[in-house]
């Protein structure tokens, strides 16, 4: 009798538990969002953590657990991706038009001569633009995967670098399209006087491939860091390399510059050198953030 009077007790409040639940979801999840950001992470050596690795069974079961958990991220990272390229089939289209437009006479200028052609463009472009809608998701998963092991300063900074990755990224590709492009292709056009006849598989792939790199060297400062905040990266070294990075920059801007000529190499090369300084100065900020926060964990335990 009492557990019937008790599964009526439980059946006439559901609905008042459930409104309970939604009105105090969002107190909850804020609670939650704040413990994760603010917790501390245990502080280990590199060197310590391999050796200790390689020693200890339960510990090499603990690194396994966390390569299941990468794939479980990058599942979802693809699945993102996924669902980004599907949404961006709405105006593939309308963007593949406005793609042609440095070229005299647009779309209608080229000339197809594989049947397969004109879907390769579609999936090429689709896929770019579905990369450019899905980036913050695929940041957002790789965040989750690292902020565990990151410091509540790094954590948060991550977080709130989500949104940039994407703006950097669509930066990088606006770069190619209204600065590279403009000076590159009448070069190649016309280069030692020679018409050349356009196909649109030809010059899909040029672009795309292009801007894609473009883009993604603009994301060079935030996996700086990212690297310094998990200690596998010190601002002194990348301070010191700055003349071997700046010809490893060089050798890059040669490989995905379209053009021979110095000054095309050089566009590419100034926001990258520029990136890469930029990438300094952020290394130096999330590695006084670590200094700083072991220096007051030394301080608590001090304390106690």
Do not use: C
């Amino acid at each position: 009798m009492r557990r019937f009077f008790f599964g009526l007790w439980r059946l006439g409040t559901a609905p008042f538990r459930l409104l309970w639940r939604l009105i105090t979801l969002p107190f909850r999840l804020y609670i939650r969002l704040r413990n994760f950001l603010t917790v501390e992470p245990d502080e280990h050596e590199l060197t310590d953590v391999i050796s200790t690795t390689i020693a200890d069974k339960e510990v090499r079961q603990s690194l396994w657990d966390h390569v299941e958990d990468l794939r479980k991220h990058l599942l979802r990272s693809l699945l993102g991706l996924a669902l980004g390229v599907s949404i961006s089939f709405i105006f593939t289209q309308d963007l593949i038009e406005y793609l042609s437009r440095p070229i005299e006479g647009g779309i209608e200028a080229m000339r197809a001569i594989d049947p397969t052609e004109p879907i390769s463009v579609f999936m090429k472009v689709a896929l770019l633009s579905g990369l450019a809608l899905a980036i913050p998701y695929v940041a957002f998963e790789f965040w989750l995967f690292a902020a565990p092991g990151l410091r509540p300063r790094a954590r948060i900074f991550g977080l709130i670098a989500i949104p940039l990755s994407s703006m950097l990224f669509v930066l990088g590709m606006a770069f190619t399209f209204y600065i590279l492009l403009p000076e590159a292709l009448p070069f190649l056009l016309n280069f030692m006087g020679f018409q050349t006849e356009l196909r649109p598989q030809s010059y899909f792939n040029f672009i795309t491939r292009l801007m894609f790199w473009i883009g993604i060297s603009f994301e060079f400062p935030l996996l700086i860091y990212v690297l310094t905040a998990v200690g596998l990266l010190k601002p002194k070294i990348l301070a010191q390399q700055w003349r071997l990075a700046i010809v490893i920059i060089a050798i890059l801007a040669a490989a995905i510059t379209p053009t021979v000529d110095p000054i095309n190499m050089g566009l590419v090369m100034a926001p990258m050198s520029l990136l890469y300084f930029i990438s300094i100065g952020l290394s130096f900020l999330a590695y006084r953030g670590r200094i700083r926060g072991k220096e007051d964990k030394q301080r608590q335990q001090e304390d106690l």
